[in-house]
């Protein structure tokens, strides 16, 4: 396979900075151009990080030239986004129009009904919507997107329950500081907190699961018949969305039951993907985002307290790294996938 060039929109933010890292030494993948916004167009990548979650920038990184985002500027197959929304909104439709295939980690385009959002463990066959979207909007390109990263975590361990009977899922998040992106939470409003209010994301943790199970009729997807009801909180935790699941089934279930079913859901084999996906702890008091968030390098899930709460009911705690499945190693999962299918 040849190497793809790509692009990252949006390069110094948080997310911008786990891409850079995550495609050093890609196989499949050579980072080709940076972009930012107007401010930082001709700038060294190096000195306009603001803040690194790394030690290191990759040397080929640090060294290029961040450019404007503009298509015309940019040389490269595939764009990833790690944009703003609002901003999203305009720039990733330029890029589309203009032949790129755009893997976003951005939620403008994440409801639209010819817009894919995947997770390739979970709805690989909704990448059909592909042709779809090119027709209803004659680009020459694409859009496709990476879910909301608290909603990610819990979905993955939806999809082999549906076969359980699932009907009904309950979620309280336990949301990392960095899902704020950087500067993110004042420190004076988070130390010694719990802030249990994040603007639009119980929306998203609501609706998007929806998507991401429903079923492609050849035209849309048919939302899944379940009912997702969330309340999402801020903690003071750098890494790592915790998150408190109650399940319920249309017959009995057990927790063996659960777990079993956690064990269908196969891992793909593509350079990004993990060697497994969902990871079952059995200790009394795990997962936690220190022990537990890199597994996989950061891709797999992991579940624990799996335990019965009712006849019908099995209740449990996932816990995953939000900047690596729940962002950027999402968007970079994507593309491979889609690489994977020709459809770059």
Known sequence: MRKYKVAVLGATGMVGQKFIQLLSDHPWFKLSALAASERRVGKSYCEEVEWKISADIPEEAGEMTMLPLEPREIDADIAFSALPS???KKVEIEFAKAGFVVASNASAFRMEKDVPLMIPEVNPEHLQLIEVQKRNRRWDG???????????????TLKP??????EDVKVAS???LSGAGFPGVPSLAITDNVIPFIRGEEEKVEEEPLKLLGEF???EIVPAPIKVSASCHRVPVIDGHTEAVWTQFNGEVGVEDVIDAFGTLKTLGLPTSPE???IVRREEDRPQPRLDRDEGKGMSITVGRIRKDGKNSVKYIVLGHNTVRGAAGASILNAELMAKQKLI
């Open 217 to 219: 009729n050849g035209s």
């Open 174 to 176: 336990m949301q990392a």
């Open 161 to 166: 329950l549906l076969n359980l009977g699932l």
């Open 276 to 278: 497994k996906v969902i």
């Open 142 to 156: 694409f859009i496709v997107t990476n879910p909301n990263c608290t909603a990610i975590m819990f979905t993955i």
């Open 86 to 88: 609002g901003i999203a």
